[in-house]
């Protein structure tokens, strides 16, 4: 099991261009949870889904940003329209249920820097 | 609302001395604790969990409800132990909430 992936590890973007992050959860994981991590700041909750649903989705941002889980392929964190403030690490963590006492495993994240 | 607090930023040992990781959070209802280490290179791991109350690496943690406290410890540091260390917390509700969430973490550098 090669563990939850991350790609891009690194992405540049400029501001007013789109940034797609992508998450593919371990094997026989149906719950994704999406993390950003802004420079000298702890990880912070953004979105949890599980397939085709957003199950909670309190700490995603109301404007710009978006997330999917599909029945088929990655997790998408998308995010429009990038500003210089959106330069963070964003992780990806997924876990085979949703219900208390499941470990969330990460992913290696992806470093997004706004020019 | 949940909140978790990592005071140290840096925390720096001798190999041998003992390490005390402080986390102290705020939650109204019952919280379940967990530690999670990134050593350098590498993705973010749970190191314990207070449910199972292991000792995992020579690592213990005990939480203590009146004090709100969850502090990482272990009697002799190892150079193997530098690494980032967060705290992190989940509230435990029926019927779901699975987010974490994390403390700033803390730097431990374990000299020679």
């Known amino acids: 099991n090669a563990g939850v992936m991350q790609n891009p590890r690194h992405l540049v973007r400029r501001r007013g261009q789109e940034a797609r992050l992508r998450c593919s959860p371990m094997k026989g994981h149906s719950h994704v949870y999406w993390y950003r991590q802004l420079p000298e700041e702890g990880l912070k909750f953004m979105v949890y889904l599980q397939k085709e649903n957003i199950i909670d989705e309190s700490g995603m941002p109301k404007e710009r940003f978006s997330a999917e889980f599909p029945k088929e392929g990655p997790s998408i964190l998308r995010i429009q329209q990038v500003v210089r403030g959106d330069s963070a690490a964003y992780f990806c963590?997924?876990?085979?249920?949703?219900?208390?006492?499941?470990?969330?495993?990460f992913g290696p994240g992806t470093r997004l820097t706004v020019l | 609302a949940q909140r978790v607090t990592q005071p140290e930023k840096l925390l720096s040992v001798f190999k041998g001395a003992p390490v005390e990781l402080k986390c102290n959070y705020s939650?109204?209802?019952?919280?379940?604790l967990f530690w999670y280490v990134q050593y350098s290179r590498q993705r973010l791991q749970l190191l314990l969990r207070h449910i199972s109350r292991e000792s995992i690496k020579g690592f213990t943690a005990d939480l203590n409800k009146g004090e709100t406290s969850f502090h990482l410890k272990k009697p002799f540091a190892q150079e193997e132990d530098s690494a980032m260390y967060y705290c992190a917390l989940k509230p435990i509700l029926t019927g779901g909430g699975n987010k974490l969430t994390f403390g700033t973490g803390t730097q431990l550098k374990v000299e020679l």
């Open positions: 939650y109204s209802g019952s919280p379940e």
């Open positions: 963590a997924s876990s085979p249920l949703g219900l208390g006492g499941n470990e969330q495993f």
